[in-house]
């Protein structure tokens, strides 16, 4: 199983001040198929997890332009550019490239 | 709209056996995968396994193999998650979740679509 690990578990930032989550995997992401199947998700208090980025770097419908992801291999990271309110939650990076699919063990954001 | 509901909260007493609902509506529900993701108190999130309804092919968490049953059911769009002798440790929220894929030939691999969760608890 693929392990993947998440730095810090928790973040106090500052409304409109930038943030960052790194996630590593313990084995490359990138598939047979040439793509590298690295999500991110955001789960809020009390709400089930939404996806926020696919493959990497790819916003996924109706996500704010503030979240970006980028990485390569077995390194990724998740950067909101301006911290609002509504994004206090916690973040977990997720790969699909191995079954079973695995998580990190999430990030809560809280704001300072 | 695309949803997927989820059946209610359950109190269980170890031993018992339990069946969880995940029913569909708002696309084809045999062309996606659909997940089922344990969330432990306070906990984070782990992929039990997955179904593909259109043929019924699962594949397991070496985790939780044998201690669950993924089904479904095309007929009528419902996903299950399924114990036959429940513990206290499966006490925890249950998520079933659809996996987009590939859509408009784009790869994606997400889980794009998320019920509401189901709470069990099992306690004597």
């Known amino acids: 199983e693929i392990v993947m690990t998440q730095a810090p578990l928790s973040s106090s930032v500052t409304l409109g001040q930038p943030a960052s989550i790194s996630c590593r995997s313990s084995?490359?992401?990138?598939?047979?198929?040439?793509?590298?199947?690295l999500s991110w998700l955001q789960q809020r208090p009390g709400q089930p997890p939404r996806v926020l980025i696919y493959?990497?770097?790819n916003r996924f419908s109706g996500v704010p332009d503030r979240f970006s992801g980028s990485g390569a291999g077995t390194d990724f990271t998740l950067k909101i550019s301006r911290v609002e309110a509504e994004d206090v939650g916690v973040y977990y990076c997720?790969?699909?490239?191995?079954?079973?699919?695995?998580f990190g063990q999430g990030t809560k954001l809280e704001i300072k | 709209e695309v949803q997927l509901v989820q059946s209610g909260a359950e109190v269980k007493k170890p031993g018992e056996s339990l069946r969880l609902s995940c029913q569909a509506s708002g696309y084809s529900f045999t062309d996606y995968w659909i997940g089922w993701v344990r969330q432990m108190s306070g906990k984070g999130l782990e992929c039990m396994g997955i179904i593909y309804p259109g043929d019924s092919d699962v594949e397991y968490n070496p985790s939780f193999q044998g201690r669950v049953t993924i089904s479904a059911d095309k007929s009528i769009t419902t996903a299950y998650l399924e114990w036959s002798s429940l513990k206290a440790s499966d006490t925890a929220m249950y998520y079933c979740a659809r996996l987009r894929a590939t859509y408009s030939g784009i790869y994606y691999y997400v889980m794009d679509v998320w019920g509401p969760g189901t709470t069990v608890t099992v306690s004597s």
């Open positions: 997720m790969q699909a490239t191995q079954l079973p699919y695995t």
């Open positions: 084995q490359s992401l990138l598939h047979s198929d040439g793509n590298t199947y």
């Open positions: 493959r990497i770097s």
